[in-house]
């Protein structure tokens, strides 16, 4: 795979000096659970309560709606510290996680992830400024929500097996 040596290659220093730095070692891994912590939280807290007014009148949704609107740029700022710190993880060690079914398992898992949360965020959007929308969409909301929670888990399990692999 010349992609993958070349890539290799390139990485050696950082890889070499990520692999003797403890320090640098702590930094990453805190941002990567730190970014997960942050972003994941805020994002699965919102899906519950989307959940959680299942049952609930148009007022209340509506209400909710704008709060979660509020809730994305702080779930894209974790997303992105979790991704930098991600990346710097996975170029230090290229020759195990380029060729690895887990890491790109992963990756797939990811790319749901933002794909299903953009969605979500379109679908909020629209609902909000047509409120007519919220009692019909309510259910498909619920349903992306759900997949987002599961997206979360399947993404942090990946990484925790990754990391005991
Ligand atoms: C929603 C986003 C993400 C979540 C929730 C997440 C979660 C995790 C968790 C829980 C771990 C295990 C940490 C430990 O056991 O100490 C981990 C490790 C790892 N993650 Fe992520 N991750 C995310 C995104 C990414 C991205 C985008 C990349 C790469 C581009 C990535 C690459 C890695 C790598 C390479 C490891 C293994 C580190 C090691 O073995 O030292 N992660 N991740």
């Not at 990485?11 to 320090?23: G, I, T």
């Not at 997960?36 to 209400?63: Q, T, Y």
């Not at 060690?93 to 060729?99: A, F, K, N, Q, R």
Request: charged letters at 15%; a positive charge.
């Amino acid at each position: 795979m010349p992609l993958l040596e070349t890539m290799i290659e390139v990485a050696k220093p950082w890889a070499k000096f990520y692999s003797k730095s403890h320090v640098a070692q702590g930094v990453i891994m805190f941002a990567h659970i730190g970014g997960m912590l942050w972003g994941g939280g805020l994002a699965v807290s919102a899906d519950r309560s989307v959940w959680k007014l299942r049952r609930a009148g148009a007022e209340e949704r509506a209400r909710l709606l704008a709060e979660i609107d509020r809730l994305h740029v702080p779930v894209v700022v974790g997303l992105i510290i979790a991704s930098l710190s991600g990346v710097l993880l996975f170029v230090a060690d290229l020759e195990t996680y380029g060729t690895s079914f887990l890491f790109w398992g992963k990756m797939a898992a990811f790319a749901l992830l933002l794909v299903n949360g953009r969605w979500l965020q379109v679908q909020e959007q629209r609902m909000q400024k047509a409120s007519g929308l919220i009692a019909g969409r309510w259910g498909a909301l619920t349903i992306a929500s759900w997949a987002s929670m599961t997206l979360w888990f399947v993404v942090a399990l990946g990484g925790v097996l990754l990391k005991n692999a």
